[in-house]
Every structure is written in structure tokens, then in C-alpha cells.
């Protein structure tokens, strides 16, 4: 079967041997062996649907971070659609090359009370032979049925947590950027733009970076293996490890975990992407574990 689901979630097998696990709670992808596993998962991460997943690829909408725009005032770090259970959207494809399901999230009575635009997400994950594909499909639902219609804005990130060794690992290419480095001790240290003169930015200290318009192409190599990661109408990347500084204050990272991940995260998230009444917004990511992740 290239399609397995649970109540909780479901499990893509693609006929060359690759695997990919989704959870309906944050449609969040926790699993991916292209053929060893490529994501990290904190082993002390919650997956029961209480508290968004410490690991995998949680998705960012409708704010990165706290909230910034007036119509997020209500919403906590990183937003809802993380910490809500997605629906069941069924296979769309499977054959030789490639498996894909699709996952949904329309407002449900606790994201109305807290946020009262009208949208459907559309979450689309494809497992190929050696890569992963997700996608978000923002849909703007007003002027439609009783809804006047009306544009809104919003924030979307994947938050994916790359497996690799982070004494080790460098990103690339990000030089000449700006970026906002928010482990800045002051407001307005984190709100100065720098400029990234690394070819390739390390995570060997705390690390929070936010750069702005990238190139949505980028490696991440260490000694013995890479990955590469394209993004498509996400024009920001975010690089994150919070090292023992921040991580020994989680408490659903395992001790040690900052050891074994960067996160690598294609958003839009410095100001904010807008959509039309009945238009529909995507942003995509590619996770390469094949060719592409050249050594
Ligand atoms: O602990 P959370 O809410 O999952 O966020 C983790 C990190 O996510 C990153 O994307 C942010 O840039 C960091 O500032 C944040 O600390």
C-alpha cells in the first residue's frame, strides 16, 4: 500500500523505498527516509495534539513568530495551523514516479475565535524516489457564499528541521543577504539589517537569522552528506539552531538535541504576502536528498 492512514496520520511508501510520515495534527511531515532518516524529531517532541511538534516540518501560518500585523493580535508564536487537526484530503497521485496526499484546514470554531479572516489551506505533500515536496495553497474563501469580500494578509513558513550534525553543517549560498539577527539583545539590534559576508553560515552558536529576498535555492552540507532545498513564492529564509543556550530551556527538545539539526526555513516573513478575494496564494518547498544534494 503507497498509502497508509491512522486516525492520527499517514504514512507515504513510495515504490522505490522512500517513506514519508505526516501528522494530521499540524500537518506536520515528522518522518522522511530518503533512505536513512533526513528530518530531525526531538525524541521528547509531543505528538498527541496538545503542543506543536519540536521537530519534522511544522507549518507557519498566519504569523511568524509573535505577532506583528494588526489582524494577529489574538494569535500566539508562529500561529494556528500548527497546533490544529488538519482533515483528511485524500491520494491525489500514485504511480512509479511519485506519491502524493493532500491535507485541509478551514476555520474551525477556535481559530474564528481568535481570527476571523476567511481562508481554506490546502497542504499538498509528494514523495518522490529522493525527494519531498510540500506545499501550502493559501485560498481566500470571501465573496463567496455570505462573506463580503475582502483581502487579507499573512505570514507562512516551513519550519524544517534539517538532520544534521551542526558543529558540521554550513548553508549556502546567503552571502551579500541581508539578514535580521534576532539573537540581537536589544530591539534595536535585531531590527538593524546585516549583511552575511559567510559562504557558508554555521550554527555552532545560538542561532536566529532572518534573510530577506534569497535566492529559494540552498545547501546545507557537512562531512559525508548534504541535502539541497529549493522554495518557490517564498522569498525569505529563516536559520535557526538554538544551541544549548536556547534549547535546554525547551522543554520537548531532548538534551543534545541542537546537535542533530538545522532548521532551514523558506517563508515569507518580513512583511507580509497578501491575497485576493477567491485567489489562492502557494508556497513550496523541494527537500533534495538525491543528485541535487551534490557532496
Ligand atoms: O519554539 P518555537 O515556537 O517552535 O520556535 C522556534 C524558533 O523558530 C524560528 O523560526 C524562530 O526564528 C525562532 O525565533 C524561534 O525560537
Redesign the pocket.
Known amino acids: 500500500m503507497p498509502v497508509q492512514t491512522s486516525e492520527s496520520k499517514v504514512t507515504l511508501q513510495h515504490p522505490k523505498g522512500a517513506t514519508a510520515e505526516v501528522l494530521l495534527y499540524g500537518a506536520t511531515v515528522i518522518s522522511w527516509k530518503s533512505p536513512d532518516e533526513r528530518l530531525f524529531l526531538s525524541s521528547k517532541a509531543i505528538l498527541d495534539g496538545s503542543k ?1 511538534v ?1 521537530g519534522g516540518i ?1 507549518v507557519v501560518f498566519p504569523c511568524f ?1 509573535p505577532p506583528s500585523h494588526p489582524d494577529h493580535t489574538r494569535l500566539s ?2 500561529g494556528f495551523a500548527r497546533s490544529t487537526l488538519w482533515s483528511w484530503g485524500g491520494v491525489t497521485e500514485d504511480n512509479e514516479k511519485v506519491v502524493v496526499v493532500k491535507l485541509a484546514l478551514e476555520p474551525t470554531e477556535a481559530i474564528r475565535a481568535v481570527y476571523d479572516k476567511p481562508f481554506k489551506l490546502t497542504y499538498v505533500v509528494s514523495l518522490f524516489e529522493s525527494d519531498l515536496k510540500t506545499e501550502l495553497h493559501v485560498e481566500n474563501t470571501s465573496g463567496s457564499s455570505l462573506q463580503a469580500p475582502e483581502p487579507f494578509e499573512f505570514q507562512a513558513l516551513f ?1 524544517t528541521y534539517i538532520r544534521a550534525p551542526s558543529k558540521d553543517a554550513l548553508v549556502s549560498p546567503l552571502t551579500s543577504l541581508s539578514y535580521f539577527d ?1 539573537t540581537e539583545a536589544t530591539e534595536e539590534g535585531r531590527a538593524t539589517a546585516k549583511t552575511e559576508t559567510r559562504s557558508g553560515v554555521d550554527v555552532t552558536k545560538f542561532t ?1 537569522s ?1 534573510y530577506e529576498n534569497a535566492p529559494g535555492s540552498y545547501d546545507v552540507k557537512w562531512p559525508g552528506g548534504a541535502l539541497h532545498i529549493s522554495a518557490k513564492g517564498l522569498k525569505d529564509v ?1 536559520v ?1 539552531n ?1 544551541q544549548a543556550e ?1 534549547g535546554s530551556t ?1 522543554g520537548d527538545m531532548e538534551a543534545g538535541g541542537w546537535d542533530h539539526f538545522v ?1 532551514v ?1 523558506p517563508g515569507t516573513v518580513r512583511g507580509f504576502a497578501k491575497v485576493a478575494p477567491g485567489e489562492t496564494w502557494v508556497g513550496e518547498q523541494t527537500l533534495s536528498a538525491g543528485s541535487k544534494a551534490a557532496l
Open positions: 506543536a519540536r511544522p513568530g508564536q508562529h519550519h534576532k536566529d532572518v529563516v535557526w538554538p536556547g525547551m532548521c526555513e
